[in-house]
């Protein structure tokens, strides 16, 4: 007796299964991936920025929204783990930035925001954040940042609001 004969509903199970597994790695691996990126404002108006590890550039903190988070929990959360600041309030979208080139590592789409924080800066993810400075807006570091953080920059000093 033929096996499939004999167990239809094992193999269909299995068929099932599989386009199920196509389905997500599709979604995995054929979809950007969203994040964002944080203008840390303090008090006084600096704007906060970080040295990344990786590639030694100065850069917007943010990071990838965890699956069942939101964007402004993300921004708390990353604000948090790359400078140690708190997020007192979100004050504006500057733009989302979707590229397929403005992140070398992959396509991910980037939701950039104003926000207000507040506390001490400090290094928390070691791995990734070399060093946390505060800038004046007149002493920027000179220079291309990583990723397309001159251009989400450029764009908040601007007063732009910006689909890319």
Known sequence: MNVIAFFPSAVQSTRNLWRIGQTVLGIIFRHPITGTSIIPILPDGRIVLIRRRDNGLWSLPGGIVDWGEDVPNTVRR?????????????NRLVGVYSSPDRDPRMHSICVVVEAEVRGTMEVKDVLEVMEIQAF????LPPGQMSHDHTRQLQDYLNGLTTLA
Not at 78 to 90: A, D, W
Not at 136 to 139: C, M, V
């Open 136 to 139: 004046d807006l007149n002493f």
């Open 78 to 90: 990353e604000l948090m783990e790359e400078t140690g600041l708190e997020l007192v309030k979100i």
